[in-house]
């Protein structure tokens, strides 16, 4: 297993026990990469054994907090930890004003460089990060502030053709970014609610089960990911049996778990059923 992801946070805005808010460590050939950085997540690094100085790319999806309230939190213990490596910071515009006047309400001060790259596009994708590993892109979500999916590619190593991995939380159902993900190997996309919830979702520009799923079918993905469950449901293995309804090769996000970004000829055919890729 080379490229994957470990969750650190499968929740919605509310974090329980058993669900953090959003966070996720993406291991491409080695290269890690922090999608989201929710509350807590500096300390679920540590819990599931993610070495957090080894973190040099953060992308945040949008800047409702939970999926940002754990930033000030993360860059401050990495000064108290010695880091001296500059950290990039991928985000929507305002995510610079928002952590200077934190740092600078609490006198606190960083011995590293911090570099913010705020993203204003509306429309279509854009590239913010390259290495001799991965690209990564972001394009826009259906969301009630700005918010970004991003689409993580691998570069190509020998004959093997490249996978892709692509990231979608928060958004409401829209069409508009199926381009972006067409065919990718694994797709994480929130799914806030089951489908009895379905007008609750549309109204707050979240995404059932059967959304999630009929998302993934549309852009014909190897395998489906659901992530971002509210706190309200207790088995949650009934919104997974529902998104298997319409996408049967879907697992569903825990925290602590790993998720394998597989070839397409090594993902279990529908009805076989999905193991969690460890
Ligand atoms: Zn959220
Ligand atoms: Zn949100």
Known sequence: MNFYTTILG??????????????????????????????????????????????????????HG???????????????????EPLDVYAPAGVRAAMELLMQTSGSHLDYELRYHEIVHDEGMELLFENNRCRVSAFPLLHSVPTYGY????????????????????????????PYIEGVNLLCIESTF????????????????????TLAQKAHVGE????????????????????????????MAADGAQHEVRYF?????AGQGVSDGE
Do not use: W
């Open 10 to 63: 499968s929740g919605a805005a509310l974090p329980t026990v058993a669900r953090h808010c959003s966070g996720q460590v993406v291991n491409i050939n080695g290269f890690r990469i922090l999608l989201d950085c929710g509350e807590n997540t500096q300390t679920q690094l540590r819990v599931y054994h993610q070495r957090m100085q080894a973190v040099s790319q953060i992308f945040i999806t949008h800047l």
């Open 66 to 84: 939970d999926h940002f309230f754990g930033l000030p939190g993360l860059v401050s213990s990495m000064h108290l930890c010695g880091r001296k």
């Open 151 to 178: 689409l993580i590619e691998e570069k190509p190593r020998g004959k093997n053709p490249v996978r892709r991995y692509a990231y979608c939380t928060d958004t409401g159902y829209t069409e508009s970014f199926l």
């Open 194 to 213: 089951n489908n009895a919830f379905a007008s609750v979702a549309t109204e707050k520009l979240h995404c059932t089960t059967l959304m999630a799923a």
């Open 224 to 251: 489906l990911l659901l992530t971002h469950i509210s706190a309200r449901f207790k088995e949650p293995e009934l919104l997974l049996a529902e998104a298997q309804t319409v996408f049967p090769n879907t697992a």
């Open 265 to 269: 000829d090594k993902i279990p055919a």
